[in-house]
């Protein structure tokens, strides 16, 4: 599964959006870009997750490159509640989702 | 909520002792994990379940077994625990793209 390059800690104004970077440069074709987020000590929550095509969802919005080499997330409007560790995570099709998680982005969002 | 539970999930015991940590489902899925993290780390991947009693290594799999003798039981076992295991533990189900973890186990090894 590719590895991924992420910005260790990133901070974002509340109500503004928070856009958060990703790199993925050997994703392989087949492979899937996944966000997870941490709070605090609790186990990890899906987010989103896409293949090729723009995604969104009721928490966030998944913008991926057109080499796929790249992706960010972004939450529209950032709320204190979203202070927490962002994890991108590229897996591929076969089914186990074999994740490796990285060391992420710490997100603060600050009022 | 996918209907994780872990047990216990506190735990402190002395090096060399065994140690089992439960993970217990109540949905039914195929595939089960069990995660590791430790302070400034993110999670790494233990060992993994793609059914009853199949199971395979994850990134760090020495010093853990694992069994899987029913569909809602992932059971992760220390033979003979040591300091460097003291960490949190995730237990997590995965269902259509997405993981689910539960609420983790806090072990100490002394």
């Known amino acids: 599964d590719a590895k991924t390059t992420q910005p260790t800690s990133m901070d974002c104004a509340e109500g503004r959006a928070a856009n958060l970077p990703c790199n993925h440069s050997t994703i392989s074709g087949n492979e899937y870009v996944y966000w997870y987020r941490q709070i605090h000590s609790q186990g990890p929550q899906y987010i989103i997750h896409g293949l090729k095509n723009n995604e969104t969802n009721e928490m966030a919005s998944l913008i991926i490159t057109e080499d796929r080499k790249s992706s960010t997330l972004i939450l529209p409007h950032a709320t204190l509640r979203d202070t927490a560790v962002y994890y991108c995570?590229?897996?591929?099709?076969?089914?186990?989702?074999?994740?490796?998680f990285g060391t992420g982005t710490r997100l603060k969002v600050l009022a | 909520d996918a209907g994780i539970t872990q047990s216990p999930r506190h735990k402190v015991t002395e090096t060399g002792t065994p140690v089992t940590l439960r993970c217990h489902q109540t949905?039914?899925?195929?595939?089960m994990y069990w995660y590791r993290q430790d302070p400034g780390h993110g999670l790494r991947l233990i060992h993994y379940?793609?059914?009853?009693?199949?199971?395979d290594k994850g990134e760090v799999s020495d010093g853990y077994s694992v069994s899987r003798s029913k569909t809602e039981d992932f059971l992760l076992t220390l033979e003979s625990a040591t300091s460097s295991q003291t960490s949190v533990y995730f237990c997590?189900?995965?269902?259509?793209?997405?993981?689910?973890f539960g609420p983790g186990t806090r072990l100490t090894v002394t």
């Open positions: 995570i590229v897996s591929g099709p076969s089914g186990t989702y074999k994740y490796i």
């Open positions: 379940s793609y059914g009853v009693k199949d199971t």
């Open positions: 949905e039914n899925h195929r595939y």
């Open positions: 997590a189900i995965s269902w259509a793209h997405e993981q689910y």
